[in-house]
């Protein structure tokens, strides 16, 4: 039984981190995409709302497809796309 903690926690930890920098990276590259393409305080507040409309609607399928398959599966073939 440890040994499955022992190696679930770093994968998701990674993943967790992986989910992470990549919402960080948005907020603060943001001012510099507004910058290089004239982009208005509206239109960013948009393209900041894209990435959550997508991961609050792929978080759906992906519990549906993780309940079909196994967990195991589904997060193997998302590390591998």
């Known amino acids: 039984m440890k040994s499955k903690w022992a190696r679930i926690i ?3 930890f990674i993943m967790y981190m992986l989910a992470y920098m990549d919402r ?7 001012p510099y995409i507004q910058e290089d393409l004239n982009i208005s305080s509206s239109a960013a507040g948009d393209i900041a709302g894209i990435f959550f409309i ?4 792929l978080q759906i399928p992906g519990g549906i497809l ?4 196994s967990a195991k599966k ?3 073939i998302l590390m591998i796309l």
């Open 24 to 30: 960080i990276n948005i907020g603060v590259l943001m």
């Open 54 to 57: 997508g991961y609050l609607l």
């Open 74 to 76: 589904f997060i193997f």
């Open 66 to 69: 993780a309940t079909k398959w």
């Open 10 to 12: 770093p994968v998701a």
